[in-house]
């Protein structure tokens, strides 16, 4: 009896432990250099230190104003510290970095031959940084869902950075752009 009993625990306790593989949440953002739209999935690493999440982000030709773009981005987000405003509500700064491939007709990963040798480098791989907020509402009693943020960041593409600093006709202003998103717990 014994026995049959501590197997049925053990079979319960796996029930609750997903793969590792099955995303903590599913992400969608507006904006902020990985798309006009972005959607993908995430990980909750370390317990609310790091969150990664592969993004596909979409932007129309009507945005662009020259092709449609598909990008592809790795997220990095990292909470500076989280302050609880009650027990199912907290608000945390966060800080990020992300790396986005640019699968559009005008980007390259490497020197097309008609361009100069050394004059040009590669224009499909960009390197984001990203300041911001997020507010979190746990969702305690619910089944299917265990939670929800909503954020807002501020951030910049290096070379947009590269462009503020050496060119005079390119602004600081112009190398920022802002993002709101919303991040569903599963």
């Given at each position: 009896?014994?026995?049959s009993l501590n197997s049925i625990a053990q079979d319960s306790t796996l029930k609750d432990?997903?793969?590792?593989?099955?995303?903590?949440?599913?992400?969608?953002?507006?904006?902020g250099n990985i798309g006009f739209l972005s959607v993908g999935a995430g990980y909750e690493?370390?317990?609310?230190?790091?969150?990664?999440?592969?993004?596909?982000?979409?932007?129309?030709?009507?945005?662009?104003?020259?092709?449609?773009?598909?990008?592809?981005?790795?997220?990095?987000?990292?909470?500076?510290?989280?302050?609880?405003?009650?027990?199912?509500?907290?608000?945390s700064p966060i800080a990020g970095i992300a790396i986005t491939y640019d699968a559009g007709?005008?980007?390259?990963?490497?020197?097309?031959?008609?361009?100069?040798?050394?004059?040009?480098?590669?224009?499909?791989?960009?390197?984001?940084?990203?300041?911001?907020?997020?507010?979190?509402?746990?969702?305690?009693?619910?089944?299917?869902?265990?939670?929800?943020?909503?954020?807002?960041?501020?951030?910049?593409?290096?070379?947009?950075?590269?462009?503020?600093?050496?060119?005079?006709?390119?602004?600081?202003?112009?190398?920022?752009?802002?993002?709101?998103?919303?991040?569903?717990?599963?």
């Amino acid at each position: 009896m014994l026995i049959s009993l501590n197997s049925i625990a053990q079979d319960s306790t796996l029930k609750d432990k997903k793969s590792w593989y099955v995303p903590d949440y599913a992400s969608l953002q507006f904006a902020g250099n990985i798309g006009f739209l972005s959607v993908g999935a995430g990980y909750e690493i370390f317990d609310d230190v790091w969150y990664a999440e592969l993004l596909y982000g979409y932007s129309p030709r009507s945005i662009t104003e020259a092709e449609s773009n598909h990008l592809i981005t790795i997220k990095n987000t990292f909470p500076i510290f989280t302050k609880e405003l009650s027990n199912s509500f907290s608000i945390s700064p966060i800080a990020g970095i992300a790396i986005t491939y640019d699968a559009g007709n005008n980007t390259f990963t490497s020197l097309p031959g008609q361009f100069p040798k050394g004059y040009y480098i590669s224009n499909a791989i960009h390197l984001t940084i990203f300041g911001g907020f997020k507010v979190h509402k746990d969702f305690k009693n619910d089944k299917f869902f265990k939670g929800i943020d909503m954020y807002y960041e501020l951030g910049t593409v290096e070379s947009y950075l590269w462009y503020a600093i050496t060119s005079s006709e390119f602004s600081m202003s112009d190398a920022f752009s802002s993002a709101i998103g919303v991040n569903l717990y599963f």
